[in-house]
């Protein structure tokens, strides 16, 4: 369970229904009060940090877009020359854009160095702060602002970066990805990831009403559905052994993409005017490699 | 407005001034009947704004802002969204 202290006070201005608010809270809530949260700019910043406002009960540094790995690693150094650094937990809440485009610089850095840092990336699949720009975090097919389907486009052309697998390729003690309608599996993965000696890293998958074109009570039904038809498996491995990867949550029967595909307004020329069995036949496809490397 | 070094916020969690209550257009109203207790709702909040009350799940109309998650989730049918009146 979640503590009794709420350590992300109400009064935040994230939209109704953000995905990211809710693993923000669960995973501050989960790391207790001798946290200390770095984040670069993004939803997360931008609505909780609504200056003279803030919605942390914990220390909060915000940095630029680029650098919250860097100055999560200054730090864990700083702590450490103190002799303060035993019992503290740093915290990196990142957004997809922080994470997979312009902050994976300053990601690799730190992951290579070895800070003992718990990186968390809250990924919503698009630049949902600024108006729902594409990035590399974005799926295949999906419509964007900057990748609107039409005659001659299907909506996003490129498939996701494969960001945990890139996290664990720096053979790094702890990668995992979790998502919000799985909370109790989020929650023991966070706190091995803070347990370890070394750099974490955690890809949520936050599902975004606004973005992704769907009715805010449907969060956790749509984080679900991700799970449940295969789009994005819950998995863990330590020290990069991808031969040890460890999956956290069996999918025994696997549902078709389509239940997924139709709760998003994103996917909607997938369906409408015509039904492109093609695009969604291809997505299909990716899911069933996916597994079969997975062994399952 | 005078601006502190570094644009430092020294009150924390200051932003429960800001009631964001008035976003609502749907608000959830629990059965006290219903609810047995088992705060998946609470768990499942994305703006912290149930709490665990003694007989049933009390939420903060201060700041829910009418999302729907709580009354989609809750398994027994406690939670049920109504429309805001003037």
């Known amino acids: ?296 | 407005m005078k601006i502190s070094i570094g644009a430092r916020v020294e009150e924390a969690g200051s932003s429960i001034k800001y009631k964001t209550g008035g976003w609502r257009s749907y608000r959830p109203v629990v059965n006290k009947d219903k609810c047995t207790k088992c705060w998946l709702c609470y768990k499942y909040c994305p703006d912290a704004a149930i709490e665990k009350g003694k007989d049933c799940a009390v939420i903060d109309y201060d700041y829910c802002k009418g999302c729907g998650v709580c009354a989609k989730e809750c398994k027994f049918e406690a939670i049920e969204m109504v429309p805001e009146v003037k």
């Not at chain 1, 979640?2 to 994230?14: K, N, S």
């Not at chain 1, 979790?178 to 347990?195: E, G, M, N, P």
């Not at chain 1, 769907?214 to 559905?225: H, K, Q, T």
């Not at chain 1, 695009?279 to 990716?286: D, K, L, R, S």
Request: glycine share 8%; net charge positive.
């Open chain 1, 1 to 296: 369970m979640i503590e009794e202290t709420e350590f992300l006070a109400p009064g935040h201005r994230m939209c109704a229904g953000c995905g990211v608010a809710l693993s923000a809270r669960i995973a501050v809530n989960t790391a207790g009060k001798d946290t200390i949260v770095v984040s670069p700019t993004g939803c997360m910043e931008v609505t909780t940090t609504q200056y003279p406002e803030t919605a942390w009960r914990v220390p909060f540094l915000h940095v630029a877009f680029e650098n919250a790995a860097s100055a999560a690693s200054g730090i864990d150094s700083a702590l450490k020359m103190l002799g303060k650094r035993e019992n503290k937990n740093i915290l990196v809440f990142a957004g997809d854009g922080g994470t997979f485009d312009i902050g994976l610089q300053a990601l690799s850095g730190m992951f290579e160095r070895g800070h003992k840092v718990t990186f968390i990336c809250n990924d919503n699949e698009a630049y949902m702060n600024t108006g729902i720009q594409r990035c590399s975090a974005t799926p295949y097919g999906a419509w964007t602002t900057t990748s609107p389907p039409g005659k001659y486009s299907i909506g996003e052309s490129k498939p996701k970066k494969p960001i945990a697998r890139i996290a664990a390729a720096h053979c790094i003690p702890y990668v995992a990805t979790a998502t919000i309608a799985y909370v109790a599996d989020y929650q023991k993965k966070l706190k091995k990831a803070l347990a370890v000696d070394g750099p974490s890293f955690i890809h949520v998958l936050a599902p975004c009403p606004s973005g992704w074109r769907f009715a805010s009570d449907e969060l956790i039904e749509v984080s679900r559905l991700a799970v449940q038809t295969g789009v994005f498996v819950l998995w863990e491995v330590e020290n990069g052994e991808m031969e040890n990867l460890k999956i956290t949550k069996k999918i025994p029967q696997r549902k078709p993409v389509e239940e997924y595909l139709k709760t998003q307004g994103r996917f909607k020329h997938l369906f409408k005017p015509v039904l492109r069995k093609d695009v969604i036949g291809q997505i299909q496809a990716e899911i069933d490699k996916k597994f079969e490397r997975f062994g399952l």
